[in-house]
């Protein structure tokens, strides 16, 4: 008797990522396992984003272009999971009816029930959000590697009028902190000598047990565990408590994903971020005066509804003042449902694109000045993979999460490895590994 496969696709961020490992390790104890090979696929899984319109689009073109294996094989079972289902589902089964299964995030534990009792026929939705759903009694299945992504809370209650997640993945819920060190625990037995720390808002983690800052130093003391990094917390729930916390602990790193959205007080009011410009500058300050060291990173959108020439100089004056080693930055994309999409005063695609391309420009600048800074300096770096140009090149993330090439030598995966940094191109730095 053959053994069921499956076969899933991420699309989105990393929370989706994590997700699709809690969806395979689901499916593993169904009897499944995993195929590589799309076309021999009993299951197929497209595990989904809804935060830019592109990524849907890119979603329905999958969809159309797998329909041809539901024809060839009609006992395929063919899903769409995650936030665009939920934000979405009356739509993908009206426009592709040969999708058999619709599940938002909180119902992933309907996929035993759906592929033990499934007829042919049958389709089935859940999207409900739940106030409770949490999935801390369950280990993700995940591939061997280096960093082991961990969701330690979902949904979010902060409303920006530009975002669909509160809508599509419901309202702020934290696990427990001692399933979050049991899975911590898990991971490093596996092997993963670094952990991420996930969540929409991740910093407004909080339990009866403890703040976030009361996580991060119990995640802190895990033996084998070379690294802690979190994404993306909120600038309004940035505490002194979290600040001391990795200040005084060495394997959490010093590295800070911070979203600004906009330099501007105005749009930054529309967007409904509960922060100003001097506000964000101000914790940057207070950021680097407890480590001096840290590398800042950041979101930006630019071209939001009624943004002006003048406006968006704002957001470039921060980027200059601050100096983000790197930014995530994105033109303005309407989502249905959206506060935002309502406002009348929407931004030609053709200034957001040059807007965009100024933005990008200016950051490619400041991430060479700052990584410039670095050369000559000794930095740590946790051997990850091989350099993409060179078999005769390894790659590692400083603590600041910047990429580093260096020789092999007799380096192995996961070794640490001070390098002497000598040069700075783009966004990598480039070292000679320093032997005692």
């Not at 159309?64 to 589902?89: E, I, Q, R, T, Y």
């Not at 983000?324 to 005063?345: E, I």
Request: with cysteine; aromatic share 8%; glycine share 6%.
């Amino acid at each position: 008797m053959n053994e069921n496969k499956y076969y899933i696709e991420t699309y989105g961020c990393q929370m989706n990522v994590y997700d699709s490992e809690l969806v395979a390790s689901l499916l593993k104890k169904t009897g499944y396992s995993e195929t590589k090979q799309i076309e021999l696929a009993d299951v197929i899984f497209l595990n989904t984003c809804a935060i830019r319109e592109k990524a849907e689009e890119t979603v329905h073109n999958r969809l159309d272009s797998l329909h041809f294996l539901k024809k060839k094989n009609p006992n395929l079972l063919l899903g769409v999971l995650g936030c665009m289902a939920k934000n979405l589902k009356d739509g993908i089964l009206e426009s592709r009816p040969f999708v058999d299964v619709v599940l938002g995030p909180d119902s992933y534990r309907k996929l035993p029930e759906i592929l033990n009792d499934r007829k042919s026929s049958d389709h089935f939705v859940d999207t409900r959000l739940s106030k409770f759903e949490v999935y801390d009694d369950m280990f993700p299945s995940r591939a061997e590697g280096i960093n082991a992504w961990i969701s330690i809370m979902r949904g979010c209650d902060k409303f920006c009028t530009f975002c669909i997640v509160p809508f599509t993945r419901g309202r702020e819920r934290s696990r427990s902190i001692p399933s979050i060190i049991k899975e911590a625990k898990h991971s490093v037995d596996q092997g993963f000598v670094e952990i991420t720390l996930l969540g929409q808002n991740v910093n407004s983690y909080r339990t009866p047990e403890g703040s976030f800052a009361d996580l991060l130093s119990e995640i802190s003391k895990i033996k084998g565990l070379k690294r802690i990094r979190y994404t993306s917390p909120h600038p309004r729930d940035m505490t002194d408590d979290v600040l001391r916390v990795m200040s005084d602990n060495s394997n959490i790193c010093n590295y800070i994903h911070l979203p600004l959205q906009s330099g501007s007080d105005r749009i930054l009011k529309r967007m409904n971020r509960t922060y100003n410009r001097s506000e964000f500058l101000a914790l940057c300050d207070k950021i680097r005066s407890y480590m001096p060291d840290c590398s800042l990173s950041t979101d930006i959108i630019v071209g939001f509804p009624g943004e002006t020439k003048s406006e968006f100089e704002d957001t470039l004056d921060i980027v200059r003042q601050v100096e983000f080693n790197s930014s995530f930055m994105f033109k303005y994309s309407s989502r249905p449902g959206t506060k935002a999409s309502q406002y009348s005063d929407q931004i030609p695609e053709n200034i957001k694109q040059d807007r965009l391309e100024k933005l990008i420009s200016l950051q490619k600048v400041v991430t060479h000045n700052v990584n410039s800074r670095l050369i000559g300096k000794d930095l740590q770096v946790i051997v990850e993979k091989e350099s993409k140009k060179s078999k005769n090149q390894w790659a590692g993330r400083t603590n600041g999460n910047t990429w580093v090439i260096f020789d092999k030598m007799n380096f192995k995966l996961k070794d640490t490895v001070t390098l002497r940094i000598n040069d700075a191109q783009g966004i990598t730095l480039f070292g000679d590994p320093i032997v005692s």
